[in-house]
C-alpha cells in the first residue's frame, strides 16, 4: 500500500492550495482519509478527516477555510486550502484507515508528507 501526497509549495498569507493525497495497492476497503500536520517543533495534530459515510470533521483552526473531499472511485483524497495563514506552515501528511486484502483488520497508512510555507 502507497499513499502519494502532492500540491504542497510556497505561497503568500491569504493565497491557497490544493493537496491531494492517492491511495494505491491491494486495498480492500478504506475507511477514514485524513490530513495532519506538523510544524517545526509542534506535535503532529489532525487537519481535517472525512469518513467512507461522507462525514467531516477539522480542527478549529482551520475551519471555514479548508475544505476535504474524496473521490472513492480514484481512493483520492483532497485538502483544499483557503486563505492561508503564516501559522499553517507545516509538512502536511496524509492518512487513509484502510483494510487489505486476505488480512482482516483495518490500519493507518501515512504518506511521506507534502511542505506547506506560507511567507510573504
Known amino acids: 500500500v502507497q499513499l502519494q501526497a502532492s500540491g504542497g509549495g510556497l505561497v503568500q498569507p491569504g493565497g491557497s492550495l490544493r493537496l491531494s493525497c492517492t491511495v494505491s495497492?491491494?486495498?480492500?476497503?478504506?475507511?477514514?482519509m485524513g490530513w495532519y500536520r506538523q510544524a517545526p517543533g509542534k506535535q503532529r495534530e489532525l487537519v481535517a478527516r472525512a469518513t467512507s459515510s461522507g462525514g467531516t470533521n477539522y480542527v478549529d483552526s482551520v475551519k471555514g477555510r479548508f475544505t476535504i473531499s474524496r473521490d472513492n472511485a480514484k481512493n483520492t483524497v483532497y485538502l483544499q486550502m483557503n486563505s492561508l495563514k503564516p501559522e499553517d506552515t507545516a509538512v502536511y501528511y496524509c492518512?487513509?484507515?484502510?483494510?487489505?486484502?486476505?488480512?482482516?483488520?483495518?490500519?493507518?497508512?501515512w504518506g511521506q508528507g507534502t511542505q506547506v510555507t506560507v511567507s510573504s
Open positions: 492518512n487513509a484507515n484502510l483494510r487489505r486484502y486476505s488480512v482482516t483488520i483495518s490500519s493507518d497508512y
Open positions: 495497492g491491494s486495498i480492500f476497503s478504506i475507511n477514514a
